[in-house]
């Protein structure tokens, strides 16, 4: 369990962006300060740096290329420099999973042979891609199958960013030379909602997001991105002046006594706490509304008086609350609320002002809903260790 006196930086070990031993520097999720600081340290003459940076950004962010030698609008000997000293790297999809709702898990490899997953969630009028920010996770929330698994490291800024990367390879999203102009996009948004707690990675979040916002590259807007935070309350302010994004909540309870059993960092932060840091939260307006997640538990968190109790908690905070029903995975201690109940939570709340979406649960019959996602190697290493103890070895 999370320790209430935990310090906020986690002790974790992030891989640098330089390799060892004289290795390439990975370009993927460098910021263009960054890169313009790498590319003068590898000889580009820092009158020539902004330029430099523009023209590999689009390439990189914008035509998807991976090859040095096809930035055709670079002199060849700059090419051969880019191509001795940098590298342009993705995580290695390992395995995709494809729902019969057509919810795509991506479980990606990345660097010490770490895996993550990230869901692409397809919809009429969107495609949201859910992406990880750590391997594994610290906070032990009960509900949730990432939290049965231990953190392991942050992930790096190109981490992070190479996950839409991937996606977009996969959905053949990048454009083509001398074709019209599509303004559709298949990952139109972003969600950071996947494996681990953002606000304990808040650098590499930060960073990355700033690569995916930029206007010449990936190009999705700041309002097409949500941050879910369990509530890591020094950071959240932070989130709207340095990131700027959407903000979501992961509440799921109304009394302390039940928070801290589902989401224990809330013995550190409790509800009060948390809850005044949002109504100072620097973007919060009635266009920019705070989103709660409220995960939906059969007779723990699912009354008529939790909804009553949530209503009056959340007055004055221009928000809208996420009704999500529990997700189960193998093992899991809770269930899920019945139907009926779930839509009886959502009238008293929207009969109070609120939107109250129940959300509909995607990508079920492969393990890749809200709450559901776990490396394949941590769930292998879970189940030998399940075997050895029922053996009595």
């Not at 000293?85 to 390992?94: R, S």
């Not at 859910?130 to 594994?136: F, N, P, Y």
């Not at 019209?180 to 953002?198: A, D, F, I, Q, Y």
């Not at 949530?310 to 996420?322: D, F, M, Q, R, S």
Request: net charge neutral; charged share 25%; glycine share 6%.
């Amino acid at each position: 369990m999370t320790q209430p006196n935990a310090p906020i930086t986690q002790d974790v070990h992030t891989i640098p962006r330089k390799l060892p031993e004289g290795g390439k520097i990975n370009l993927v999720g460098l910021t263009r300060a960054q890169m313009s600081e790498a590319l003068i340290a590898a000889g580009t003459p820092e009158k020539q740096a902004k330029m430099r940076v523009g023209q590999v950004w689009q390439w990189i962010y914008h035509w998807g290329v991976r090859d040095f030698a096809a930035m055709t609008n670079l002199a060849k000997d700059y090419r051969a420099m880019l191509a001795e000293q940098f590298e342009i790297t993705l995580p290695e999809i390992v395995t995709k999973q494809v729902s019969e709702d057509g919810t795509r898990k991506y479980l990606l490899r990345i660097a010490g042979g770490h895996e993550v997953e990230a869901v692409y969630i397809p919809e009429e009028t969107r495609g949201t891609l859910c992406i990880s920010s750590q391997v594994g996770c610290t906070l032990t929330c009960s509900f949730c199958h990432t939290g049965t698994q231990k953190l392991v490291r942050n992930l790096t800024a190109g981490e992070i960013v190479g996950q839409v990367m991937v996606a977009r390879d996969d959905l053949g999203e990048w454009p083509e030379k001398n074709s019209p102009k599509n303004e559709t996009r298949l990952v139109s948004n972003v969600v950071l909602m996947g494996m681990g707690e953002p606000l304990y990675n808040f650098d590499n979040v930060r960073d990355a997001m700033q690569v995916v916002m930029d206007n010449e590259g990936l190009t999705l807007s700041r309002r097409r991105i949500t941050l879910s935070t369990s509530g890591v309350v020094p950071e959240i302010a932070k989130t709207a002046e340095e990131i700027g994004c959407l903000l979501a909540v992961s509440f799921h309870a109304t009394t302390d006594e039940v928070r801290d059993r589902l989401v224990p960092i809330n013995k550190r932060w409790n509800i009060e706490t948390l809850l005044n840091t949002l109504r100072e939260y620097p973007r919060l307006s009635n266009s920019e509304r705070i989103t709660f997640e409220y995960v939906m538990l059969k007779g723990v968190n699912d009354s008529d008086e939790d909804a009553r109790r949530l209503v009056k908690l959340i007055k004055g905070i221009p928000a809208k609350i996420n009704l999500i029903p529990f997700n189960e995975w193998p093992g899991a201690p809770y269930e899920r609320s019945d139907w009926q109940r779930i839509e009886s939570f959502a009238d008293i709340i929207y009969k109070a002002g609120y939107a109250s979406p129940i959300r509909t649960p995607r990508g079920e019959d492969i393990m890749a809903a809200c709450g559901q996602l776990k490396s394949a190697t941590e769930r292998s290493r879970k189940s030998r260790a399940e075997i050895a103890a029922e053996a009595g070895l």
